[in-house]
């Protein structure tokens, strides 16, 4: 259970509720995520991690699965619950040939065909920077590029960590709940 409190669209000052109707319209949802209204507490916070998000997911360099499953990946070693749980359903949306225990061994760096070597690669990747602190290994970067991986798209692995880690930093001190719309089947961390 969270120690926040969400902060409903009808109960919030003008301000919030602006941003509330661009983030829905962003979003293309009817209903807030849980990370919106609970990070609607802090008004500043909420307004940055939006136009980072924004911008990061925006690029096209990558695809939208390749994308949901790095942040899954970084969210899943990282412990965060909510942003794990909710990238693994956005990404069993996106391909419905997956479910959360070949998620898992996604992460563990095993395919099993459930997606390209090139995408393993880069989940891999992602994982070991957002885990590491040292500086990014040559060794990491040309297995990248060696998958034929361009700079704008390494690039935006890293954009993606970020925006992953920050996130995680959110919900897990916030320790959001889960939105029903994004419960998966035999989800834990």
Known sequence: MSNFSPVLEGDCDPQLNILYHEIRAGLGCKTLPNWVTYLGNNYINLKSIWVFFKEVTTSKALS???????????????????????????AIKLSSNLDFN????????????????????????????????????????????????????IQEIFSLCALALAFNSFTKGMNIPIDKSHKVEGFCV
């Not at 994308?67 to 359903?89: D, N, P, Q, R, T």
């Not at 390209?116 to 880069?122: E, L």
């Open 64 to 90: 939208g699965l390749l994308k949901e499953l790095i942040v899954f990946a970084v969210s899943y070693k990282s412990g965060s619950s909510y942003c794990a749980e909710f990238h693994a359903s956005e």
């Open 102 to 153: 070949q998620l898992k061994d996604i992460v563990d760096g095993q395919s099993n065909g459930y997606i390209p070597d090139r995408y393993i690669t880069a989940i891999t990747f992602a994982v070991a920077h957002s885990q590491s602190k040292c500086n990014l290994t040559d060794e990491g970067y040309n297995a990248l590029l060696e998958q034929g991986f361009e700079h704008e798209e």
